[in-house]
């Protein structure tokens, strides 16, 4: 008896059962990282531990169910500021809540009686575990406050200078809406921006269809609104000095404030285009969206490229009429182009003229749009934030963004997009100089009516072959119907 109680000392002093007891420490810590409540349940602290496991059940459901059943809703939540910011303190919170339960968890199984060395060992090892849990977190938390950051930025919350916003019912008599993209170059000082792409997304707001209406920059002498006419009676010319052409509205309106009056610097120059341009398609514009050209490689950079076909030899800057050649070339093919060739394949116009070059700049949108999926806007998220505040400049209100975020799913999934450029080549009786207003018109309220009413796909092996055979042509558009119709699907001719 007296030898057994010598031996007892030992064997809960220093022997290997405090190591033992270490691995199985770090083993049920471990555990509760992934299951919340392991390590107490072990510990003898049941009570504590079905609260956690509890605790840990409801968040892993209610986060499954919410992806499940309410993605949509979720979508549209992403994109409100307000959301953001309390989904933002929830991540960090969720990140602390964990740290400390991991924490905890080692405290209450870990074996004591061990030397100094292993006691910082393990240490060292549940600080591991904590981390490797919290960075993700955070990570999702500093993203989240970065894109609530942007779309602040972007989207003013303020400015109710485009159409007032319905928060319950925001289509409400609103059939189509009707936004005005323009893309030029310029940044936060826009002053001197020439609006070289101009398109009017007429948008159904049940359906998703879409029709794009392309409008040439050199559209020159065109009539203007009634309450401008008496300044330009015989169409417009400009400033003394100008060519008068449509690209240079901006610019026309922000030299002269008493052309949209009410309005703040930056915010005349759309302004001034929305009411010419929707003057012109007979169309009411609701919203406008500029976009520096600049800094739109930025985008393209930011996403990883994009992948386009391109149809004939572009030329890379250069000015012909200077005999100033070109820097380098665009070859035809497939290529996944870097921002800086993204934008010379949407801006060069030396190898055919400004109309091929709208149809090229539609394909290129749809091929950014196409390939924008969600693991490419995850990875590249913080460079994509910072080059859209740097490029995109809109009136549309933040309060609008739930409901466009459920129409654009619309678009991208199902929702057909179709192109109608004003081409003097294609469009018969339509002119760029002096343009007829009244064809226009009927054009665009042709393709709107077509784009509701589409006509069934021919089924003819001839047509089938060429559909089998087309290979994304760049001219885009086509000669309209005695309706005056004329947009063409950019499912087909961008392939």
Same mark, same amino acid.
């Given at each position: 008896?007296?030898?057994?109680?010598?031996?007892?000392?030992?064997?809960?002093?220093?022997?290997?059962?405090?190591?033992?007891?270490?691995?199985?420490?770090?083993?049920?810590?471990?555990?509760? @990282?992934?299951?919340?409540?392991?390590?107490?349940?072990?510990?003898?602290?049941?009570?504590?531990?079905?609260?956690?496991?509890?605790?840990?059940?409801?968040?892993?459901?209610?986060?499954?169910?919410?992806?499940?059943?309410? %993605?949509?809703?979720?979508?549209?939540?992403?994109?409100?500021?307000?959301?953001?910011?309390?989904?933002?303190?929830?991540?960090?919170?969720?990140?602390?809540?964990?740290?400390?339960?991991?924490?905890?968890?080692?405290?209450?199984?870990?074996?004591?009686?061990?030397?100094?060395?292993?006691? @910082?060992?393990?240490?060292?090892?549940?600080?591991?575990?904590?981390?490797?849990?919290?960075?993700?977190? @955070?990570?999702?938390?500093?993203?989240?406050?970065?894109?609530?950051? $942007?779309?602040?930025? *972007?989207?003013?919350?303020?400015?109710?200078?485009?159409?007032?916003?319905?928060?319950?019912?925001?289509?409400?008599?609103?059939?189509?809406?009707?936004?005005?993209?323009?893309?030029?170059?310029?940044?936060?000082?826009?002053?001197?921006?020439?609006?070289?792409?101009?398109?009017?997304?007429? *948008?159904?707001? +049940?359906?998703?269809?879409?029709?794009?209406?392309?409008?040439?920059?050199?559209?020159? #002498?065109?009539?203007?609104?009634?309450?401008? %006419?008496?300044?330009?009676?015989?169409?417009?010319?400009?400033?003394?000095?100008?060519?008068?052409?449509?690209?240079?509205?901006?610019?026309?309106?922000?030299?002269?404030?008493?052309?949209?009056?009410?309005?703040? #610097?930056?915010?005349?120059?759309?302004?001034?285009?929305?009411?010419?341009?929707?003057?012109?398609?007979?169309?009411?514009?609701?919203?406008?969206?500029? @976009?520096?050209?600049?800094?739109?490689?930025?985008?393209?950079?930011?996403?990883?490229?994009?992948?386009?076909?391109?149809?004939?030899?572009?030329?890379?800057?250069?000015?012909?009429?200077?005999?100033?050649?070109?820097?380098?070339?665009?070859?035809?093919?497939?290529? #996944?182009?870097?921002?800086?060739?993204?934008?010379?394949?949407?801006?060069?116009?030396?190898?055919?003229?400004?109309?091929?070059?709208?149809?090229?700049?539609?394909?290129?949108?749809?091929?950014?749009?196409?390939?924008?999926?969600?693991?490419?806007?995850? $990875?590249?998220?913080?460079?994509?934030? #910072?080059?859209?505040?740097?490029?995109?400049?809109?009136?549309?209100?933040?309060?609008?963004?739930?409901?466009?975020?459920?129409?654009?799913? $619309?678009?991208?999934?199902?929702?057909?997009?179709?192109?109608?450029?004003?081409?003097?080549? +294609?469009?018969?009786?339509?002119?760029?100089?002096?343009?007829?207003?009244?064809?226009?018109?009927?054009?665009?309220?042709?393709?709107?009516?077509?784009?509701?009413?589409? %006509?069934?796909?021919? $089924?003819?092996?001839?047509?089938?072959?060429?559909?089998?055979?087309?290979?994304?042509?760049?001219?885009?558009?086509?000669?309209?119907?005695?309706?005056?119709?004329?947009?063409?699907?950019?499912?087909?001719?961008?392939?």
């Amino acid at each position: 008896m007296a030898l057994r109680q010598a031996e007892r000392p030992a064997v809960s002093g220093r022997g290997p059962v405090p190591v033992a007891g270490l691995w199985r420490a770090l083993g049920l810590t471990m555990a509760s @990282v992934f299951v919340w409540g392991v390590a107490h349940v072990a510990a003898g602290r049941r009570l504590a531990g079905a609260a956690l496991m509890g605790l840990y059940g409801v968040l892993v459901s209610a986060a499954v169910l919410s992806v499940l059943l309410f %993605q949509e809703k979720l979508q549209q939540i992403a994109v409100q500021h307000t959301w953001l910011g309390v989904i933002t303190i929830g991540i960090l919170a969720l990140a602390l809540t964990w740290a400390l339960i991991i924490i905890r968890s080692y405290q209450v199984v870990r074996p004591v009686g061990l030397p100094p060395a292993m006691r @910082v060992a393990a240490g060292s090892l549940v600080v591991v575990m904590t981390l490797l849990v919290c960075m993700p977190l @955070v990570y999702a938390a500093n993203t989240t406050y970065v894109l609530g950051n $942007t779309l602040s930025n *972007i989207f003013p919350g303020e400015d109710h200078s485009g159409q007032p916003v319905n928060a319950a019912n925001p289509w409400k008599n609103l059939p189509r809406l009707n936004v005005l993209l323009l893309g030029g170059d310029g940044g936060q000082d826009r002053t001197g921006i020439r609006t070289d792409s101009m398109t009017v997304a007429s *948008i159904d707001t +049940k359906t998703g269809d879409t029709v794009l209406f392309g409008l040439p920059r050199s559209l020159q #002498k065109f009539q203007m609104p009634p309450r401008l %006419q008496s300044r330009w009676p015989d169409g417009y010319t400009g400033d003394p000095g100008d060519q008068g052409l449509l690209n240079e509205l901006y610019i026309m309106g922000e030299r002269h404030p008493e052309l949209e009056p009410g309005y703040n #610097k930056g915010q005349r120059g759309p302004h001034l285009l929305e009411d010419v341009i929707g003057y012109l398609l007979g169309l009411k514009i609701n919203y406008y969206v500029l @976009v520096n050209l600049g800094g739109f490689k930025d985008i393209v950079n930011a996403m990883g490229g994009v992948r386009v076909h391109i149809e004939k030899r572009l030329p890379i800057g250069g000015e012909p009429e200077r005999g100033i050649p070109p820097s380098g070339y665009l070859e035809p093919g497939w290529h #996944k182009l870097d921002g800086e060739d993204a934008l010379w394949y949407g801006r060069s116009r030396h190898a055919d003229d400004d109309f091929h070059r709208m149809d090229r700049q539609k394909c290129l949108l749809k091929d950014i749009a196409d390939q924008a999926d969600p693991q490419t806007v995850v $990875t590249h998220f913080e460079k994509l934030a #910072k080059a859209a505040q740097n490029t995109i400049f809109t009136n549309i209100p933040s309060a609008l963004l739930p409901a466009l975020v459920k129409l654009s799913g $619309t678009v991208k999934h199902g929702a057909d997009l179709q192109n109608l450029a004003f081409n003097p080549y +294609k469009l018969a009786g339509f002119h760029v100089y002096q343009p007829d207003v009244a064809l226009m018109r009927r054009v665009v309220a042709g393709a709107i009516t077509g784009s509701q009413n589409p %006509q069934p796909p021919s $089924t003819s092996p001839s047509a089938a072959k060429k559909k089998h055979t087309a290979r994304r042509p760049v001219a885009a558009t086509a000669t309209p119907t005695s309706g005056g119709g004329g947009a063409v699907s950019l499912k087909n001719a961008c392939g």
